[in-house]
C-alpha cells in the first residue's frame, strides 16, 4: 500500500512541476498557418449551439424535465443532472476564462 502512495506522490509531483512548462508553451504556441478557415468555421458552430438553438433545447429540456420531476415519473438526481449539464453548457466560456485566469495563461 505504501508503494502506491509512493508512485501517486511522484506523480503528483511531475505532474507540479511539468504545469508551468505545458502553460509557457501553450503561450508560445500560436495557432498553425493555414487554419483561419477551420477556426471562423468552429467560431460559426459555436455561435449557432450557444445562440438560440441551444437557449430553446434547454428551456424544453428545463420544462419537461420539470413536469416528469413534479408528476414523479423521474429521479430529482436526474432532472439535477439536466439542470447542471444547462449551467455547464451556458457557462462554458466563463467556466474556461476562469481556469485559464488561475493558470495565467494570456489570451
Given at each position: 500500500?505504501?508503494?502506491?502512495?509512493?508512485?501517486?506522490?511522484?506523480?503528483?509531483?511531475?505532474?507540479?512541476?511539468?504545469?508551468?512548462?505545458?502553460?509557457?508553451?501553450?503561450?508560445?504556441?500560436?495557432?498553425?498557418?493555414?487554419?483561419?478557415?477551420?477556426?471562423?468555421?468552429?467560431?460559426?458552430?459555436?455561435?449557432?449551439?450557444?445562440?438560440?438553438?441551444?437557449?430553446?433545447?434547454?428551456?424544453?429540456?428545463?420544462?419537461?424535465?420539470?413536469?416528469?420531476?413534479?408528476?414523479?415519473?423521474?429521479?430529482?438526481?436526474?432532472?439535477?443532472?439536466?439542470?447542471?449539464?444547462?449551467?455547464?453548457?451556458?457557462?462554458?466560456a466563463s467556466i474556461v476564462a476562469g481556469i485559464r485566469s488561475t493558470a495565467g495563461v494570456i489570451?
Open positions: 500500500m505504501n508503494r502506491i502512495y509512493a508512485i501517486f506522490g511522484v506523480a503528483i509531483g511531475n505532474m507540479i512541476f511539468l504545469l508551468p512548462c505545458i502553460a509557457h508553451a501553450q503561450i508560445l504556441l500560436s495557432d498553425p498557418r493555414g487554419s483561419g478557415p477551420i477556426i471562423s468555421a468552429v467560431q460559426w458552430l459555436q455561435g449557432t449551439l450557444l445562440g438560440t438553438l441551444a437557449t430553446v433545447v434547454a428551456v424544453i429540456a428545463v420544462a419537461c424535465v420539470g413536469l416528469l420531476m413534479l408528476s414523479g415519473r423521474i429521479n430529482w438526481r436526474h432532472g439535477a443532472v439536466v439542470i447542471l449539464g444547462c449551467f455547464i453548457l451556458f457557462g462554458a489570451g
